[in-house]
């Protein structure tokens, strides 16, 4: 039994370990950065590589939607051929080829062979030419490229939402790292204050050798789960500081949330909100839209290709041909007999068309299960938070309580460590229960469609 001066001191110093910690936290170093939830968002939304390369994915939709445009206008087309002729042209002429006249006779007056030539010969054929049946299928083009790009872009809200989620998820638990890393030092603090008193008290045979032991366990103990937390802290920061585009050992210090922010949800407002901003919906929508334009695109291949064209061909140093040739007229391109190629290609694109549509079904049934999980797991820790919570005021009743004993000399140092152990306990639960309420409204977020 120690004596009541000693229990006084080490109820005391009990007390003060399980009493818990300032909310505000350590004071951030001077020389690095705070981020708020919201500024951190902003930073990885701004700077995350998987959200620039989406944003970049976008740009290129945005190209071949342009470039879709342009096969709706005259294809103009150029080709030139610089040579040198192996054989010789030649051109027979029978006589009267040119006619046979009154004293002069047939001309030519005997067959005529006339050759070309062989030097260096060149030419040059350019046409302009302007879609007409195939401006239907030109359009449905655009539209594909159209709907592609609208589905970059909902791919690009998507990748934004799960780097959102992704920083708040890390936040929460830097956070509670941090907190629980504070808590354990403020433990360790105590327990080497109880450590000298209670050595003191062996020496003078107040108090037994294992309850000295005892509180050296313990000390170690909580030594290592101040290594542990702050490992935590620093692989959270990493991460999010790889979210934030930059080097993963930037210094940063994070700002505490407060509960009061955590307003209620209606589970029916909050499908609602899916349904409506989800980007996984209207992406799905787009790919049905998309897989029913392709296979009219498939389908619009069997109309012959009709075009209005302006040709123009020329020959240099070919004494047989025509120098310049000018022709304007219908150019049309048909292949009539394929062996059954495009029927059995458009029977592909309509199956893409059931699948595009039955995806899109199951994508909005998912949603709706999504929000509906999201919002039980916020109810159960909201449930949690509220059992922990009470659990550990019981414990730093139970150190009150123990306090009170020791002055009476009715507690012995092992039920004053004991008390204070499941204080410590109580505390990390519930600092772990509010993580968890953190969390489950990170995922609720996401379920709506929350972009930031």
């Avoid at 909310?23 to 981020?35: D, K, M, S």
């Avoid at 006339?114 to 054929?125: D, E, H, L, S, Y």
């Avoid at 790009?149 to 956070?175: E, G, I, M």
Wanted: hydrophobic residues 45%.
């Amino acid at each position: 039994m120690m004596t009541r001066s000693a229990v006084a001191v080490v109820g005391t110093l009990a007390l003060l370990a399980a009493a818990g910690r300032p909310a505000g936290g350590q004071e951030a170093a001077a020389e690095a950065e705070v981020l708020t939830l919201e500024q951190a968002l902003a930073l990885a939304v701004k700077n995350s590589a998987a959200v620039l390369s989406a944003e970049a994915q976008t740009i290129r939709s945005e190209d071949e939607l342009a470039a879709s445009r342009t096969r709706r206008y005259p294809a103009l087309e150029v080709q030139a051929m610089g040579s040198k002729l192996l054989t010789t042209p030649q051109v027979t002429f029978p006589a009267g080829a040119f006619g046979v006249y009154p004293g002069t006779g047939p001309i030519p007056g005997t067959d005529t062979v006339v050759k070309a030539q062989t030097g260096p010969t060149a030419w040059i054929i350019g046409s302009v030419a302007q879609p007409l049946s195939t401006l239907h299928k030109a359009a449905l083009g655009v539209k594909a490229s159209e709907l592609a790009r609208d589905s970059d872009r909902q791919q690009l809200r998507q990748q934004k939402a799960q780097v959102a989620h992704d920083v708040r998820r890390l936040y929460y638990a830097a956070l509670q790292a941090r907190g629980s890393a504070e808590a354990a030092r403020d433990q360790v603090k105590a327990l080497r204050q109880m450590d000298e008193e209670v050595r003191h008290y062996v020496a003078l045979e107040t108090a037994l050798a294992s309850e000295g032991m005892e509180v050296k366990a313990r000390l170690a103990a909580g030594e290592y789960q101040i290594v542990t937390y702050d490992n935590a802290l620093a692989s959270c920061k990493e991460q999010l500081n790889v979210l934030f585009g930059r080097d993963p050992r930037t210094p940063f210090e994070l700002v505490p949330l407060s509960a009061a922010s955590l307003e209620e949800v209606d589970v029916e407002a909050a499908r609602a909100r899916a349904l409506e901003r989800r980007p996984e919906l209207e992406q799905s929508r787009l790919q049905v839209e998309l897989a029913d334009t392709q296979r009219r695109l498939k389908k619009a291949e069997l109309i012959p290709e009709i075009s209005l064209a302006l040709t123009y061909n020329s020959f240099f140093n070919v004494d047989l041909l025509p120098q310049n040739v000018v022709q304007l007229g219908l150019q049309i391109k048909w292949e009539p007999f394929d062996w059954g190629r495009r029927r059995k290609e458009l029977a592909s694109k309509t199956l893409a068309v059931d699948q595009a549509r039955l995806a899109a079904r199951d994508e909005r049934n998912r949603v709706i299960a999504d929000v509906d999980q999201a919002f039980r797991q916020v109810q159960q820790a909201r449930a949690l938070v509220t059992a922990r919570r009470l659990g550990n005021e019981s414990a730093q009743e139970r150190v009150r309580v123990a306090l009170l004993r020791g002055r009476a000399q009715a507690a012995l140092l092992r039920e004053v460590l004991q008390a204070q152990a499941d204080a410590a306990q109580a505390r990390a639960d519930y600092d772990e229960a509010q993580l968890s309420l953190w969390q489950a409204r990170a995922e609720l977020e996401k379920a709506v469609g929350e972009d930031m």
